[in-house]
């Protein structure tokens, strides 16, 4: 069965720290990823998707980037963090788009 | 890219019907729709997925009306474990960033 690991589960970085958050994907290839982050009582908003290997989409202009170096990996980085990216950050998955996305458990970010 | 709108909370009580209604007023010909669960701190789990007429699985039904102008999740005999809250996406699948989420609703469940 396909199973998607997403980590730290909660994580406290100062201001101007830089940010990696590792998502894998098991079970699966060729899977679509994404990361999206949730503020406090607010909806997801899609911040990178990719189709494949090195294949990068952005959503939302800002000091955050996404990589894949493998099929089932990706990473989502900061130089410099800010006090706005505090949130919930949520890796999915999808093979078949009409079978909805499957969500890791999520990182919850906060930036002090 | 097609908007929802859908009421922001909802109170019911154990062993009632719930309806959600979510509104679609430009929702494209491709697009399908899309009914996600999230409980605090976890991330969104998929319930169902309709295009016209009448879905239905273990968890959930979806109706559709003809226009396809809105949708209406219905969660028969609610728990206390159904309080969540409940995102109603609309796109085409098939493209990758289409997928949006909204405020959602915010369902109470109580005893």
């Known amino acids: 069965s396909q199973t998607i690991h997403q980590w730290p589960a909660t994580l406290v970085q100062p201001v101007g720290s830089p940010l990696s958050l590792e998502c894998t994907v098991e079970g699966t290839s060729n899977p679509n990823l994404y990361w999206y982050r949730q503020a406090a009582g607010r909806g997801l908003q899609l911040l990178f998707y990719?189709?494949?290997?090195?294949?990068i989409s952005s959503e939302v202009p800002q000091n955050l980037s996404a990589s894949r170096p493998q099929d089932r990996q990706f990473i989502l980085s900061s130089k410099k963090l800010l006090l706005s990216d505090s949130g919930f950050y949520l890796c999915?998955?999808?093979?078949?788009?009409?079978?909805?996305?499957?969500f890791g458990s999520g990182t919850r970010l906060t930036v002090v | 890219l097609a908007k929802t709108t859908q009421p922001i909370s909802m109170d019911s009580y154990e062993g009632q019907e719930v309806n959600i209604t979510c509104s679609h007023n430009n929702i494209a010909t491709n697009d399908y729709i899309t009914w996600y669960q999230q409980f605090p701190s976890q991330g969104p789990r998929f319930i169902i997925q309709?295009?016209?007429t009448k879905v239905t699985n273990e968890v959930a039904s979806l109706f559709i009306p003809a226009d396809r102008k809105s949708s209406t999740l219905s969660l028969p005999r609610v728990s206390l474990s159904d309080t969540a809250v409940y995102y109603c996406l609309v796109g085409f699948p098939y493209n990758n960033n289409d997928m949006r989420f909204g405020a959602g609703t915010r369902l109470t469940v109580k005893p």
């Open positions: 999915a998955w999808s093979i078949r788009h009409r079978d909805g996305y499957t």
């Open positions: 309709g295009y016209k």
């Open positions: 990719s189709v494949g290997i090195g294949q």
